[in-house]
T-cell receptor, first 117, second 114 residues
């Protein structure tokens, strides 16, 4: 696609519910990243995929958070038993994946605003 | 945790003035990047500077890097109202193999008044 697409753009849910957030990366990008951004803060790393595998999931805050990328393209971030503290903007980014991290430009989607009531 | 910290947190200037934002980071890096974020939008890559470079230009942007002080600055010359946004620096530590985190600072909110 022309850019990174994230759906939905807004998600309101109740405490304790399960949510799925979707990311469509730029076609041909092998690397995909999920970040979380709270108001007034910078993005906080959650997980990074190279192809289908999660190469670094050290940023996931606890086992309620899980992400998949079964075919090496679209990714889904899954949050179980949501809590009010999970409210944030969830950003997805992709990159070519052919250089060491830090040497690559990341392309971001517009994010999903998650609100847990 | 945030690897980088931007300074100032907020900056308000008149159109036509220059804006300077600073970033400090904690660990040794190979590269440092700057991103811009308009309200309610994703981040957009502005410029990348490598650890063996001291200064880099791109249009109205000038970035400096001082690895001895672990700091970088972003200068926007002849600012425009459309430059109003949040600006973030981002770094990745020199990898030991498994670390792939690109870590962002907390950002500088720039407001350019017409």
């Amino acid at each position: 696609g022309a850019g990174v697409s994230q759906t939905p753009s807004n998600k309101v849910t109740e405490k304790g519910k399960y949510v799925e957030l979707r990311c469509d990366p730029i076609s041909g990008h092998t690397a995909l990243y999920w970040y979380r951004q709270s108001l007034g803060q910078g993005p906080e790393f959650l997980i990074y995929f190279q192809g289908t595998g999660a190469a670094d999931d050290s940023g996931l805050p606890n086992d309620r958070f899980f992400a998949v990328r079964p075919e090496g393209s679209v990714s889904t971030l899954k949050i179980q038993r949501t809590e009010r503290g999970d409210s944030a903007v969830y950003l997805c980014a992709s990159s070519l994946g052919d250089r060491p991290l830090g040497g690559e430009k990341l392309f971001f989607g517009s994010g999903t605003q998650l609100s847990v009531l | 945790s945030q690897q980088g910290e931007e300074d100032p947190q907020a900056l308000s200037i008149q159109e036509g003035e220059n804006a300077t934002m600073n970033c400090s980071y904690k660990t040794s890096i190979n590269n440092l990047q700057w991103y811009r974020q308009n309200s309610g939008r994703g981040l957009v890559h502005l410029i990348l500077i490598r650890s063996n470079e001291r200064e880099k230009h791109s249009g109205r942007l000038r970035v400096t890097l001082d690895t001895s002080k672990k700091s970088s600055s972003l200068l926007i010359t002849a600012s425009r109202a459309a430059d109003t946004a949040s600006y973030f620096c981002a770094t990745a530590p020199i990898s030991s193999g498994s670390a792939r985190q690109l870590t962002f600072g907390s950002g500088t909110q720039l407001t350019v008044l017409p």
